[in-house]
């Protein structure tokens, strides 16, 4: 449940999503990197974990067209309530919106029939030890949607099904996923990394 006086609210026009988007910053941020953005490519994405859906957003907001995947009830509601808001703003958010999808179940089953060139993977990961507090945003996402035990057989069935990579974003001072191959290559930031699987 979320803590009290403190709803869930995915915004995408306002907050942080918003101020990021008005910013810029554009492909040279680290995970349009992980993904592939280039000139002239433009990719096609599967977000396997949407949560409040800020990845997806900012890679439509660069023009990739991507499905999101969310298993949980609340969330998946909470996502489609934020999409129509942004949807209603202007003709900008009106083309972001209109390159994402959202699709409510479990990524494990849905991937297969998707045919999906890059899977991007973000799991609600447990708190690590040693972790300052955690924000309190993320601890009411916690509260709701739970850990992902099931994050190695997600990223089992991604590294399967990617045609052309898979991107597990994935705190800097976690422990790794236990007996998961390793990355073809690594893109750090200052607390997040994503580990890029390139599929030959």
């Known amino acids: 449940m979320a803590e009290k006086n403190k709803p869930l609210v995915v915004d995408f026009v306002g907050g942080a999503v918003g101020h990021r988007f008005r910013q810029g910053g554009g492909r040279s941020q680290a995970l349009p990197k992980a993904i592939g953005f280039k000139a002239g490519i433009i990719p096609n994405v599967v977000d396997a974990t949407a949560g409040l859906g800020r990845d997806a957003f900012l890679l439509a907001s660069l ?10 009830e609340d969330m998946y509601q909470h996502l ?6 942004a949807r209603k703003e202007n003709d ?3 083309d972001i919106m209109d390159r ?5 179940g479990d990524a494990k089953e849905i991937i297969p029939t998707l045919n999906p060139e890059i899977i991007l ?3 609600m990961h447990p708190e690590r030890k040693k972790s300052a507090l955690v924000k309190k945003e993320m601890r009411i996402i916690r509260d709701l949607v739970g850990t992902d035990p099931d994050a190695k057989e ?3 069935v991604a590294l399967h099904h ?6 597990l974003k994935w705190p800097m001072k976690a422990d790794p996923i236990e007996d998961l191959r390793k990355p073809s290559h690594q893109i750090t930031g200052k607390t997040t990394r994503y580990d890029v699987f390139i599929r030959s």
Do not use: F, Q
Request: aromatic share 2%; proline share 3%; net charge negative.
């Open 121 to 123: 993977v973000d799991p």
């Open 80 to 85: 489609l309530d934020g999409m129509e808001r």
């Open 92 to 94: 900008e958010y009106r």
């Open 63 to 72: 023009g990739a067209t991507v499905t999101m995947v969310e298993r949980n």
């Open 162 to 167: 990617a045609s052309k990579r898979v991107v």
């Open 100 to 104: 994402l999808t959202l699709i409510h």
């Open 154 to 156: 997600l990223m089992e």
